[in-house]
């Protein structure tokens, strides 16, 4: 029997990916994935606008922005009651601080000479919530900068302008919304926080109290030690695996749905649990 194809982590532009809903699933199928979970950033909106039949096993998933020790961190739940009033609420919560935060950029943009870009970002982004891509496309279109990379390494990056870190719920707030909705709360691509081995252990530690059971073992295309790091975590932690290529538009050659190596056979899934 041919291998299942999961991929638990991709975004559309119910907040900063470039397909509708509906383009990430006949996109996702093409590319013969078989489970999908769409994890927008602080939303679920793409679950309000699906078609009749997915053609795929969905799970309902969210990508939930905190911060911990200062640092920007994410949190995926998944198979979650999109319908639960306490996830709802936080998710509401959050969208609030995004807008507030949206602001806050704005403001620091301006500042330092870049005329007022807030009305440009909210259009972009129309009903998503405004994130920093729709800043770096708005540096990008007016000339600022040659790329989105350049973007966020020059204003939008970890130190610089556009990094406003407070506002998000704390880490055991968005984990126990996904716990009361039914999830299972996933730390989110783990070596992208650029955090010492130590430092991510103490992240767990407090992860794990709060509720989380599970961890990104596999996200995108990575290097063989940081599955072997990654897999260590999840077995030290009691955490269950999960893989995703955290997509967010066909551009990205290097990571497109279900595009990154497999989970090995005997660790125990995040999709065992639902
Ligand atoms: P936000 O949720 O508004 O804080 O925006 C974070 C999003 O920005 C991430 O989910 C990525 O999609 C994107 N992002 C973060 N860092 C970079 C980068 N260096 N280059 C391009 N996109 C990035
Ligand atoms: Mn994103
Ligand atoms: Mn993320
Ligand atoms: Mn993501």
């Given at each position: 029997?041919?291998?299942?194809?999961?991929?638990?982590?991709?975004?559309?532009?119910?907040?900063?990916?470039?397909?509708?809903?509906t383009?990430?699933?006949?996109?996702?199928?093409q590319?013969?994935v078989?489970?999908?979970?769409i994890t927008?950033?602080?939303?679920?909106?793409?679950?309000?606008?699906?078609?009749?039949?997915?053609?795929?096993?969905?799970?309902?998933?969210?990508?939930?922005?905190?911060?911990?020790?200062?640092?920007?961190?994410?949190?995926?739940?998944?198979?979650?009651?999109r319908?639960?009033?306490?996830?709802?609420?936080?998710?509401?919560?959050?969208?609030?601080?995004?807008?507030?935060?949206?602001?806050?950029?704005?403001?620091?943009?301006?500042?330092?000479?870049?005329?007022?870009?807030?009305?440009?970002?909210?259009?972009?982004?129309?009903?998503?919530?405004?994130?920093?891509?729709?800043?770096?496309?708005h540096?990008?279109?007016?000339?600022?900068v040659?790329?989105?990379?350049?973007?966020?390494?020059?204003?939008?990056?970890a130190?610089?302008?556009?990094?406003?870190?407070?506002?998000?719920?704390?880490?055991?707030?968005?984990?126990?919304w996904?716990?009361?909705?039914?999830?299972?709360?996933?730390?989110?691509?783990?070596?992208k926080?650029?955090?010492?081995?130590s430092?991510?252990?103490?992240?767990?530690?407090?992860?794990?109290?709060?509720?989380?059971?599970g961890?990104?073992?596999?996200s995108?295309?990575?290097?063989?030690?940081?599955?072997?790091?990654m897999?260590a975590?999840?077995?030290?932690?009691e955490?269950?695996?999960?893989?995703?290529?955290d997509?967010?538009s066909?551009?990205?050659?290097?990571?497109?749905?279900?595009?990154?190596?497999?989970?090995?056979?005997?660790?125990?899934?995040?999709?065992?649990?639902?």
């Amino acid at each position: 029997m041919n291998r299942m194809i999961v991929d638990l982590h991709t975004h559309t532009n119910a907040s900063d990916g470039s397909l509708t809903p509906t383009e990430l699933l006949d996109h996702a199928r093409q590319l013969g994935v078989d489970v999908l979970s769409i994890t927008d950033h602080d939303t679920l909106g793409a679950y309000e606008r699906l078609p009749e039949n997915p053609g795929l096993q969905l799970i309902t998933g969210v990508e939930l922005s905190t911060t911990w020790a200062g640092r920007g961190v994410h949190i995926v739940g998944l198979n979650v009651d999109r319908h639960s009033p306490a996830l709802l609420a936080g998710i509401q919560q959050q969208k609030e601080a995004r807008l507030e935060r949206a602001g806050i950029i704005a403001h620091r943009l301006t500042r330092i000479g870049i005329p007022s870009p807030l009305a440009a970002v909210a259009a972009m982004a129309g009903d998503a919530g405004i994130g920093r891509p729709h800043f770096a496309q708005h540096l990008v279109d007016i000339g600022v900068v040659k790329d989105l990379r350049a973007a966020f390494k020059k204003y939008l990056g970890a130190g610089k302008p556009g990094d406003v870190k407070d506002g998000w719920a704390s880490l055991e707030d968005v984990t126990g919304w996904i716990v009361a909705a039914g999830g299972i709360a996933v730390l989110a691509h783990p070596v992208k926080y650029k955090m010492t081995t130590s430092k991510l252990r103490l992240m767990l530690d407090d992860f794990v109290a709060a509720g989380g059971r599970g961890i990104e073992v596999i996200s995108g295309s990575q290097q063989p030690d940081v599955t072997l790091r990654m897999l260590a975590l999840a077995d030290e932690f009691e955490l269950a695996a999960s893989c995703g290529s955290d997509f967010h538009s066909p551009d990205a050659a290097w990571s497109q749905p279900g595009r990154f190596a497999p989970l090995p056979a005997q660790v125990p899934k995040v999709w065992e649990q639902w």
